[in-house]
């Protein structure tokens, strides 16, 4: 039972997660990355890319024989130990995760989970294009009350999640 392939969250090194699916592909071992599109403006111009759900995980399908396999890669830190229970919860998650993911690159969602209160910002669209601030809290789901300061003076904003970007 040991031998069995199991779905395995893998911890990649930073920003290496597409290179792990790419070597994934080219060595016929199946893969999971959830992306969502992020869209930024640079001037008049926009420009959409997929980021990782996620960053720094990919769900491969393997067992104790591929890994070293996957480590050749030199993507990966480490893989979270698996059984047959565990895959069982992964899988049910991973569903839930699949239907955010369509739903995100659909445009009916916003993922922004690390706009929390405290979270230094950079408002990168809209009226306050290019100030930075400070979450205050978020309102509803794509909402956010932001603290910037001009002329030594606190203002509270409420800005759309997609127009800010973390600093």
């Known amino acids: 039972m040991e031998n069995k392939k ?3 969250p893998i911890r990649t090194k930073p920003r290496q997660e597409k290179k792990l699916c790419r070597y994934c592909a080219a060595n016929n071992i199946p893969y999971y990355l959830p992306l969502i599109q992020k869209t930024h403006s640079y001037g008049n111009r926009k420009e959409t890319f997929s980021k990782p759900m996620f960053s720094g995980y990919v769900f491969c399908r393997i067992n104790e024989n591929l890994f070293p396999k996957l480590q050749l890669s030199n993507a990966l ?8 229970h565990t895959e069982r919860t992964l899988i049910k998650e991973l569903k839930a995760i ?13 993922i922004s989970p690390e706009l929390i209160a405290g979270t230094a910002i950079e408002i990168t669209r809209g009226l306050f294009q290019g100030i930075t601030g400070v979450v205050q809290c ?8 932001v603290n910037i300061e001009l002329l030594g003076q606190t203002a509270a904003v409420e800005i759309n999640a997609s127009d800010l970007e973390k600093q």
Not at 98 to 110: D, H, K, Q
Not at 138 to 145: A, D, E, V
């Open 6 to 8: 199991l779905w395995t």
């Open 77 to 84: 830190v480490y893989k979270i130990t698996m059984n047959g």
């Open 98 to 110: 699949r239907i955010f993911e369509r739903m995100s690159n659909s445009g009916t969602i916003e």
């Open 138 to 145: 978020r309102k509803g789901k794509l909402m956010l009350i």
